[in-house]
């Protein structure tokens, strides 16, 4: 099993942020590369890349992103507006001596990413989405949308509701992570699963506990997980969440380009974040690239280490 470097805790914004580098570039030949996490998950997701990416010659940082892991986690909902993450993660390179850097995210660490791109660019050198486009601001706040289209089951809106849900995953953290990370659905399935599928508190409450075999990390791996999220708890994630509808009103009247060389990794059977998500991104996203692996779902880190990793390393070569 690959392993992590031990962490450092680097004071970023006000808080402690834990990142874990390999640097197979001391003569800086390339912009670092930053590899930002979404929801559930932590900078150990990233595991399969870190190395990887320092092999071919790259400096590589995962970051625990604030409220996951090793890092701080303050209860206050607006430290996880896209302001403040954004101030975040440019305070960290700040600390780092890092003037620019590649911003690599995977669901809500490409919209950390793509929200790098946007709102402090002069950190950026390139964008990576992997899962994540980047789409316009809606017309409408966006949980009164997904309500309408999704119902109020719908994860997005059951987690505006304080406490509850955190309280629910945190009384099962093992059968969270278990029905979390289950492989993808065929694409014949997928009109049969919408909605219910996005109805997450509903499956820890009601569904039974998958069988192992259906879970695409290692035992081990898991184990990392369980332990991590027993010690910080959810919630600081799930206030990610609880943005969403504030960062719509603050990006009002905002200019939403990302003017940066990026490069968008789809997944074929990503149900959440479909590769048809993608269309039109060239109209936010000039100078953007397309990639995507076949056969594959939302948790490509975990499905696909070798194809991701590859992508990931050729676009950086490339472009750099």
């Given at each position: 099993m690959t392993s992590l470097p031990e962490p450092q805790r680097i004071d970023a914004n006000g808080v402690k942020l834990a990142?874990?580098?390999?640097n197979g570039d001391e003569e800086g030949a390339y912009p670092?590369?930053?590899?930002?996490?979404?929801?559930?998950?932590l900078a150990y997701s990233w595991k399969n890349q870190l190395p990887a990416l320092a092999d071919e010659g790259f400096?590589?940082?995962a970051v625990d992103v604030k409220g996951f892991g090793a890092s701080d986690a303050p209860v206050d909902i607006d430290a996880y507006s896209i302001d403040q993450m954004t101030r975040d993660l440019a305070a960290l390179a700040d600390a780092?001596?890092?003037?620019?850097?590649?911003?690599?995210?995977?669901?809500?660490?490409?919209?950390?990413?793509?929200?790098?791109?946007?709102l402090r660019p002069e950190k950026v050198a390139g964008v990576i989405g992997v899962s994540t486009p980047l789409r316009p601001r809606p017309p409408a706040p966006p949980i009164s949308i997904l309500k309408k289209r999704f119902t109020d089951k719908h994860y997005f809106v059951q987690f505006q509701e304080e406490e509850v849900p955190e309280k629910l995953f945190e009384a099962n953290i093992e059968k969270f992570f278990r029905l979390t990370f289950r492989g993808p659905a065929p694409r014949?399935?997928?009109?049969?699963?919408?909605p219910r599928i996005f109805d997450l508190p509903g499956?820890?409450?009601?569904?039974?506990?998958?069988?192992?075999?259906?879970?695409?990390?290692?035992?081990?791996d898991l184990a990392v997980y369980i332990e991590a999220y027993a010690k910080s708890g959810f919630r600081g994630g799930i206030n990610l969440y609880r943005n969403v509808d504030r960062n719509w009103q603050w990006m009002e009247g905002r200019d939403e380009t990302v003017r940066a060389p990026s490069l968008w990794i789809g997944a074929e059977l990503d149900l959440?974040?479909?590769?048809?998500?993608?269309?039109?991104?060239?109209?936010l996203v000039?100078?953007?690239?397309?990639h995507i692996i076949a056969d594959c779902g939302h948790w490509v880190m975990w499905e696909k280490p070798a194809e991701l990793n590859a992508a990931l390393i050729a676009w950086l070569k490339d472009k750099f």
């Open positions: 990142i874990y580098e390999m670092p590369v930053f590899l930002v996490h979404g929801w559930p998950e400096r590589a940082i780092l001596n890092i003037d620019r850097a590649v911003w690599c995210g995977h669901d809500w660490g490409g919209w950390l990413a793509w929200g790098m791109g946007q014949e399935d997928w009109a049969r699963l919408v499956a820890i409450m009601h569904a039974p506990t998958p069988p192992k075999d259906t879970c695409i990390l290692s035992e081990e959440f974040l479909p590769p048809e998500s993608a269309e039109g991104m060239e109209k000039p100078d953007l690239e397309k």
